[in-house]
């Protein structure tokens, strides 16, 4: 009889649920149930569509119990900064607001002139992006959603409320809102208050593998079973990280997947002037570590490319994109990071406008298209691995790759050719296998961090 972990891994396009076991010394994984998510265009805004996000969790649970494969705990992961706002009664008060929306613009201005962007950074240890929870909850406080505002839960902890009626506020998620003292990792009261926030609406942290609470009695009735909830490292790149098979320390890492985050594991916080200007960030790792990294666009653009040249008629796998890419002759470089890319109108046309606007050759067919935002992602890494070495002053020889970019051989390819360095792939499900990881451990079936590392390179 196999114990088995359920890891709810909700990302920016789709999500799933994906049961796991021991089974001979190695982790069994099997997808149970997938749902596509997005973000949905409501009054001129970008919104997550929370109750249908929660209603596919509760069919996915079902389908674990007509399978016969009641799950010991579950725990979901989701994307980071995005949150929800409940009032006295529980009652969401604003919706649910997606990070790519633009009511943001101008909202960093309104935080500068509180504090600095540097005694900021310095304070946080967070890289600058407009998205931030920081200059969300300025946007909202500017737009008098705080006013009626009693509880503050990030979109994982949203969820979890919803299965067990328990509020909780996760260490690796919150991390990302630029609002936690990255010595002591709590919230930063002062900061908090500074910034004309009420400190009340932000709760206890817990650190990732705690026990939260079992399902409520309307959740057991409705799915037919009762299920301990454990939070895993409920930011997706977190729970990627624990699942990274080497743990060398000339090993970098990059989680490949609408984002490509790439950077090292510390066990401090690096807030210095250098890592700020290098728009590095500290965010929260499992057992009180700090992942060190830097957010590039990453696959969003070329899914972005996909869904359009979808929309006109024309169907490309990704394999049949990269196998495009590999064959187009052209050499144009764009900036991935550029704001240009973040939510535009049309994808292809912003990486044509920007060909056009730098002097670069510009891309027409979809192997060009591609094979420009490949490269162009495979000399932003080479960029990255350059800082956090500068940075860091380590040498890395290697880099990981996991998630699901993972599976593009020629990235991985450009990746190894550009950054001179080795490039391990694998594995591709990492974010769910992290998840689960985290609750193997917290139910003593794998003794810590380092043995599930281990079982990951077997």
């Not at 540097?118 to 200059?135: D, P, S, W």
């Not at 067919?365 to 070495?389: D, Q, R, W």
């Amino acid at each position: 009889m196999f114990n088995y972990y359920l890891a709810v891994d909700i990302g920016a396009s789709s999500g799933r649920h994906m049961l796991a076991h021991m089974e001979d010394g190695k982790v069994v994984l099997e997808e149970i149930h997938r749902f596509s998510n997005g973000m949905v265009e409501v009054d001129g805004h970008k919104r997550w569509d929370i109750d249908e996000l929660f209603r596919q969790i509760i069919i996915g649970l079902k389908k674990c119990k007509e399978l016969g494969k009641i799950p010991t705990s579950m725990g979901i992961d989701t994307w980071a900064v995005d949150y929800v706002l409940l009032d006295e009664n529980d009652n969401v008060v604003r919706p649910c607001f997606g990070y790519r929306d633009s009511r943001t613009a101008g909202a960093d201005s309104l935080v500068y002139q509180v504090i600095p962007e540097e005694v900021l950074y310095h304070r946080t240890g967070i890289q600058k992006a407009i998205f931030n929870t920081i200059y969300q909850l300025m946007a909202d406080k500017r737009d008098g959603y705080l006013s009626d505002a009693k509880s503050f839960l990030m979109v994982p902890d949203f969820l979890h409320f919803l299965l067990t009626g328990v509020k909780s506020n996760e260490y690796t998620n919150c991390s990302t809102t630029q609002l936690l003292n990255p010595a002591t990792k709590t919230w930063d009261y002062g900061l908090i208050e500074m910034l004309g926030f009420n400190k009340d609406l932000f709760g206890e942290i817990k650190q990732p593998g705690t026990y939260i609470g079992n399902f409520s009695e309307n959740v057991r009735e409705e799915v037919g079973f009762d299920c301990k909830v454990v939070i895993p490292p409920t930011h997706d790149t977190a729970s990627a990280v624990f699942a990274v098979p080497n743990t060398s320390d000339n090993v970098l890492y990059i989680s490949s997947g609408t984002w490509s985050l790439l950077g090292s594991e510390n066990m401090e916080a690096i807030c210095t002037k250098g890592a700020m200007e290098a728009n590095f960030t500290n965010e929260g790792g499992y057992e009180g570590r700090f992942r060190f990294l830097k957010n590039i666009m990453g696959l969003w653009m070329i899914q972005s490319v996909r869904n359009e040249l979808l929309a006109r008629g024309e169907e490309y796998s990704f394999a049949e994109l990269c196998t495009l890419a590999e064959q187009a002759d052209i050499e144009s470089i764009v900036d991935a990071n550029d704001e240009c890319f973040l939510a535009p109108a049309s994808m292809i046309e912003a990486v044509k406008d920007y060909c056009r606007n730098h002097g670069e050759t510009v891309p027409n067919t979809p192997g060009e298209i591609a094979k420009v935002i490949y490269h162009s992602l495979a000399v932003c890494y080479k960029k990255a691995c350059e800082e956090v070495e500068n940075i860091t002053g380590k040498s890395f020889d290697t880099i990981n790759i996991v998630g699901g970019g993972s599976k593009a051989e020629y990235l991985n390819k450009l990746t190894a050719e550009i950054t001179g360095k080795k490039v391990h792939a694998g594995p591709s499900e990492a974010t769910a296998l992290g998840n689960i990881g985290c609750q193997m451990v917290a139910a003593g079936e794998v003794a810590g961090l380092k043995d599930f590392r281990n079982i990951m390179s077997l």
